[in-house]
C-alpha cells in the first residue's frame, strides 16, 4: 500500500497533488511519501517484534539525507557501502552504533574513517579485507565487531545482475570455507567476531530461497558456537520483494517474510539485523515527468517524456517495469491507445516501456513513473548533460525540496578547464 492516489481527478502525494509540485518545481523530480516510508519501516518492525531486532535501511536504494533523517528518527539503523554513505548516514544523524558497513571492497580510507565515526559492526567479505581490517583497526587501538558475510550458494530466482548468493558471484566467502575463515578471525587482534551475515539478492519475490539460505545460516551458527565463537548476531541481509505490476500477485509481505526468519534462526537467541532498503521506499516514490510530445512513427507513436534513461536507469539496465500512469485521472471508459515510452536521450535504450496502454496526452500533460522511489535517483546521473533530477518529500498536505535541480551553471561549474589549454 502506498499514499499516492488519485483525489478529485488528479494524482496526489498524501494530499499534495503532482500538478501543484511541478507546477513549483517542475518536471522530471522524485516525490516520495513520509507516510509511506513510516508504514513500510513499521511493516518491519511488527515482522520482527518477536526478538531483539535493528532495522538497517540499506542506504543505497535511497541516500537523501532528508529520507536517511526521517528513518533514523524511527529508530532504523543503517547499512552503508561506502565512506559517502557512511558520511550520509551521520549526517543524518545516525549514531556510529547503529551503523552497519558492507560491500565486497571497502579501502583502509573508508574502514579508518568508519572506526574513527563509530560503528556497529563491519561485514566482512573476504580473507584479505579481513587482514586489512585487523590491521587499520589496531593501528588505531580499536577492537572492531564484525561478521562475516557467508554465501550459501543458493539461486534468489531474481534478476542475475541483482542476484548476490550464488557461489558465482563476487560476494561472501563460500560456506564450505566459513569455519577456518572464522577461526582466523579470531585469530587477529584487531577483530572481535559477533555475528553472521547474509545477502543472497535483491527484488526476491519468493520466500523459499530466503528458508533455505537461512537454515544454512543456523546449522552455521550452531557449529560455530560449538567452535567457540560467541555468535550473538545475524545480519540476514535485504532483498525482499515489491510489487512493481499493479496487476500482479504480490510478492510475500514483511510479517511473512519475519516469519521465516523466526522458523530458521529464531531458536537461536540471537539479535537479529536485516539491511531492507527496496522494500521501505520503493513505493513510496514516483518520478514525475511531462510530455514533451507524441511523435507519430511507422506503426507506432512514441510518447516522448523530459525524463530520461539518466533520471530513472533501471528500464534500461534491468528491463524493469514501472507502471506509467497519467496525473489527470482518466475518465471512466476513455480511450485508450498503445504508446512507446520514451525519452529525449539520444540511445535506443531510453526507451522506459513499449505499448503501454495510455489515454491521449497533450503536451506539457503529467505522467507519473510509480514505484521509483528505490534505486531510482540515487542512480541518476548527467548523461547528455542533463542537470541531475530533483528530489521532494512530502507530509500531509506539506511538501519540501530535499535536493533542488542544480542550474546548468551549476553544472558546468564543476569542470575546470586547466590553464595551459
Ligand atoms: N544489503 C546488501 C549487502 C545489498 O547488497 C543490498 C542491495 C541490500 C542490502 C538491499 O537490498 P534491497 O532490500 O534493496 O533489495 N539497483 C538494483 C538493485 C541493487 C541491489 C544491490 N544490493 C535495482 O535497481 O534493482
Redesign the pocket.
Known sequence: MDHFNYQGGELCAEDVPLARIAAEVGTPVYVYSTATLSRHFNLFREALAWTDHLICY?V??NSNLAVLKLLGAMGAGM?V?SGGEYARARAAGVPGERIVF??VGKTRGEMAQAIQGGIRQF?IESEPEMQALSEVAAGQGAVVPVAVRVNPDVDART?A??A?GKSENKFGIPIARAREVYAEAARLPGLRVVGIDM?IG??LTDLDPYRQAYSKMAQLCRTLRADGHAIMRLDM????GIPYRRDNAAPPLPIEYGQVIRETVGDLGCEIEI?????IVGNAGVLLASVIHTKRGEGRDFLILDAAMNDLI?PA??D?HHDIVPVREPAVGAEVAPVDVVGPVCETGDTFARGVQLPPLGDGELVAFRSAG??GAV?ASEYNSRPLVPEVLVAGDRFAVIRPRPSIDEMLGRDRIPDWL
Not at 541481509?237 to 525482499?240: N, Y
Not at 539491511?275 to 522494500?279: K, T, V
Open positions: 540499506a543505497k536504494a547499512d557501502v558492507s560491500g561485514n534478476h545482475k541483482i548476490t545477502h535483491s527484488q541481509g535485504g532483498g525482499l539491511e531492507p532498503g527496496r522494500n533501471r539496465m534491468y524493469a528505490a534505486y542512480m
